[in-house]
């Protein structure tokens, strides 16, 4: 059997699709009368919000059973609410119920889905009251399985450990406990930092790995672990290479996100991080020993003596799941950033003077939960940075998501409420993140024109259009600047002042006092509309603390000693980062330390 081993015991028509868990019932036959709703057969349609724009829902049904559910009209995210469509359109139809489990990991989409289509029968005036009860929980079954090395979670880090343990020989399982592959990795940019010869020197980039491990040390306040870090410096081109031999496209030119600091950022060809994580799956499903255990809750280690042998997990029925490990396990659950409770506790550094267990995170709620930092502290794991949070400048007001209009990239300034301009915008995060919070109602309008959004349904790098932000109502455009500023309540007189301003200074007339330096092939003036506006705040973006690990990703004890057999790689470590991240660093991290746990894992006999 190929890796497509879900949890032992699913029924075929609930494959990979109930939230963790949740209940499922068996396939219905759709010929059987539904006796509890009057259908009057046709297709019936019903535009709601999705994730990411609009999204229109049409349910056909016949007399008696709904035949067919599709989504024409949608734009949400790859990798994520795009699967979602897919998994829950055919759930609709093989339950024949609009009360099917989310999809844990794209639940908005999931129930947009079914709000639209409720909302479809209902305006065409049927009863939906037996469609939406929910079905009854099937019998919950313990398992057990064996691998040699089982690796916790399934995000950028434990993919890119699945795949290399798997190119070393070993047999991987991985304990996933959403519905969907690509954890925080998914929904991220995916910037890749590394020194490229070759792409920055078509740019005129001048770099260095002595470069990047200094702008990283010190950009993390000069307190990361200067063995990870170099490490990581040295062999980040080295996973791009290996990257891009499993079938990931990068770009030819190399940018700069968010707070990087230089220009060595590498993005994928197709949007966001998603890119990675989908080749992940492809070279996954044509590898023979790799297994993966979705909706799969992994609760503690198990262990033999001083080694680690296993993980003891909850399936989604509840059930007692046992996965084995012969070699060993390799911990990559992500930070904690969505752990309210964890975050309050370990905000000491820092951002002490901020409530951040207030503030909304990028990640995904279930995948930042500092699940493995717990799980490996209950058996004597050290932790290191623990209060090095950092906060970024890119959130979704409400939610703290990273969504719509990004800060990464060029031509854009940030003005306050007031429409000034308030901070370099090529700064690093903290520095971002506090001038933000130092704004009045701690809260900014990211600018921008047609520079970066030729048309209305031009298509970002994040696959988002202005046309559907506009239509969520998350974007005010605006054909002038004084219009912009009289929809947005900021001053017209100083939003001008403030693009002029900026337009100086990429002219190379005005010293910016903020420090913002223009990058001559980048940068260009931003002269006409249409213009842009998207409301941010700051949000919490990554953890920078976690496991205390050596430079062979082997997780290390309070006595400073290596636990035997357990590996961590990605953002459940500590150390690399010290108190900042630089942008474009944790994907660099999660690729390189992941390969090598995986490789490392895999060789331990």
């Known amino acids: 059997m190929k890796k497509r081993s879900i949890l032992a015991l699913l029924t075929a028509s609930c494959l990979m699709l109930a939230s963790c868990g949740q209940t499922a019932q068996e396939t219905p036959d759709p010929t059987q009368e539904n006796t509890g709703s009057a259908y009057t057969a046709g297709t019936?349609?019903?535009?709601?919000?999705?994730?990411?724009?609009?999204?229109?829902?049409?349910?056909?049904?016949?007399?008696?059973?709904i035949t067919k559910v599709e989504v024409p009209t949608e734009n949400e995210t790859i990798g994520v609410g795009k699967?979602?469509?897919?998994?829950?359109?055919q759930r609709i139809v093989d339950e024949q119920s609009l009360a099917c489990d989310v999809i844990t990991g794209a639940s908005i989409t999931s129930r947009a889905i079914l709000n639209g289509a409720a909302t479809a029968l209902k305006e065409a005036?049927?009863?939906?009251?037996?469609?939406?009860?929910?079905?009854?929980?099937?019998?919950?079954?313990?398992?057990?399985?064996?691998?040699?090395?089982?690796?916790?979670?399934g995000g950028g880090a434990g993919l890119a450990a699945a795949v290399s343990a798997a190119q070393n020989g070993a047999s991987v399982i991985v304990v996933e406990k959403l519905d969907i592959l690509g954890g925080s990795?998914?929904?991220?940019?995916?910037?890749?930092?590394?020194?490229?010869?070759?792409?920055?020197?078509?740019?005129?980039?001048?770099?260095?790995?002595?470069?990047?491990?200094?702008?990283?040390?010190?950009?993390?306040?000069?307190?990361?672990?200067?063995?990870?870090?170099?490490?990581?410096?040295?062999?980040?081109?080295?996973?791009?290479?290996?990257?891009?031999?499993?079938?990931?496209?990068?770009?030819?030119?190399?940018g700069t996100a968010t707070g990087a600091l230089w220009q060595r950022s590498h993005y994928t060809v197709t949007p966001s991080g998603n890119s990675y994580i989908r080749?992940?799956?492809?070279?996954?499903?044509?590898?023979?020993?790799?297994?993966?255990?979705?909706?799969?809750?992994?609760?503690?280690?198990?262990?033999d003596g001083d080694k680690v042998t296993g993980v003891k997990a909850t399936g989604r029925y509840g059930e007692t799941v046992t996965v084995n490990a012969n070699n060993g396990v390799v911990l990559a659950t992500g930070g904690f950033g969505s752990n309210k409770e964890m975050l309050g506790e370990a905000n000491t550094g820092v951002w002490s003077h901020v409530d951040v267990t207030k503030l909304g995170c990028t990640n995904m709620y279930l995948s930042a939960q500092g699940a493995g930092i717990t799980m490996a502290q209950a058996i004597g794991a050290d932790v290191t940075g623990m209060s090095?949070?950092?906060?970024?400048?890119?959130?979704?007001?409400?939610?703290?998501?990273?969504?719509?209009?990004?800060?990464?990239?060029?031509?854009?300034i940030f003005a306050n409420v007031h429409g000034d301009r308030f901070v370099n915008e090529g700064a690093a995060r903290d520095t971002l993140a506090q001038a933000i919070l130092d704004q009045d109602e701690q809260t900014y309008w990211i600018v921008v024109n047609a520079i970066r959004y030729p048309s209305r349904d031009f298509v970002d790098a994040n696959g988002a259009t202005i046309a559907n932000m506009v239509a969520q109502g998350v974007v005010v455009e605006a054909d002038t600047l004084a219009e912009l500023a009289e929809k947005t309540g900021m001053d017209a007189d100083k939003l001008q002042a403030s693009i002029d301003d900026y337009n100086a200074i990429v002219r190379g007339e005005l010293e910016d006092p903020l420090g913002f330096t223009a990058n001559n092939q980048a940068d260009q003036e931003m002269l006409e509309g249409p213009w842009y506006a998207c409301k941010k705040v700051v949000t919490v973006h990554h953890t920078m603390g976690g496991l205390k690990i050596n430079v062979n990703t082997e997780v290390?004890?309070?006595?400073?000693?290596?636990?035997?057999?357990?590996?961590a790689a990605g953002e459940v470590t500590g150390g690399i980062h010290g108190e900042n991240r630089l942008g474009g660093n944790a994907i660099a991290d999660c690729m390189t330390y992941g390969r090598l746990a995986g490789a490392n894992a895999a060789a331990n006999q």
């Not at 990411?52 to 049409?58: D, E, G, K």
């Open 388 to 412: 090095d949070i950092q906060l970024h400048p890119c959130g979704t007001p409400g939610t703290g998501l990273m969504e719509n209009i990004r800060t990464s990239g060029r031509n854009r």
């Open 279 to 303: 080749v992940f799956d492809e070279v996954m499903s044509k590898m023979d020993n790799v297994q993966i255990l979705y909706s799969t809750t992994a609760e503690e280690l198990i262990t």
């Open 556 to 567: 290390l004890d309070t006595e400073g000693n290596v636990i035997e057999g357990l590996f």
């Open 185 to 254: 990795t998914n929904v991220s940019e995916g910037a890749l930092n590394a020194v490229d010869p070759e792409r920055q020197g078509a740019q005129g980039i001048e770099d260095s790995v002595e470069k990047f491990i200094t702008q990283t040390y010190e950009g993390g306040h000069s307190t990361g672990d200067m063995d990870l870090i170099t490490y990581m410096c040295e062999n980040a081109m080295g996973s791009v290479e290996w990257l891009e031999s499993i079938g990931v496209e990068f770009k030819d030119e190399v």
């Open 83 to 89: 699967v979602a469509i897919e998994r829950m359109t």
């Open 125 to 153: 005036g049927m009863d939906t009251t037996e469609l939406t009860k929910a079905p009854a929980k099937p019998e919950a079954k313990d398992a057990e399985y064996t691998a040699d090395v089982v690796v916790v979670g």
């Open 44 to 65: 019936y349609e019903a535009t709601v919000n999705g994730h990411n724009a609009p999204i229109t829902v049409a349910i056909t049904v016949s007399d008696n059973a």
